[in-house]
């Protein structure tokens, strides 16, 4: 059975810092492909960050410099740490993992207001 687990999710404020966490379990980790996406009320979903089997990192220009994403594969976990958070930042932030097909988590709320 396949499961991403979120947490760390919750209300920060402006220039504020948050680390979210995807726990997996019933996929091949090490292999696979770990993003996080967003989705914020009235948008489409968006890749905020992603990181390669290999360790390459990709990332949205509108969080370049203030996002990192890392993984530990002895824990089967993908990390993403927000840094100097902007409103605009708000929306639910869902893991997602790809290895011959994608798995989704169920989102963890982030919101950024003072």
């Known amino acids: 059975q396949v499961q991403l687990v979120e947490s760390g999710g919750g209300l920060a404020q402006p220039g504020g810092s948050l680390r979210l966490s995807c726990a997996a379990s019933?996929?091949?980790?090490?292999?696979?492909?770990m993003g996080w996406y967003r989705q914020a009320p009235g948008k489409e979903r968006e890749l905020v960050a992603s990181?390669?089997?290999?360790?390459?990192?990709t990332y949205a220009d509108s969080v370049k410099g203030r996002f990192t994403i890392s993984r530990d594969n002895t824990k089967t976990t993908v990390y993403l740490q927000m840094s100097s958070l902007k409103p605009e930042d708000t929306a639910v932030y869902y893991c997602?993992?790809?290895?011959?097909?994608?798995?989704w988590g169920q989102g963890t709320q982030v919101t950024v207001s003072s």
């Open positions: 997602k993992s790809t290895f011959l097909r994608d798995y």
């Open positions: 019933g996929i091949f980790f090490s292999a696979s492909t």
């Open positions: 990181i390669t089997s290999g360790d390459t990192t």
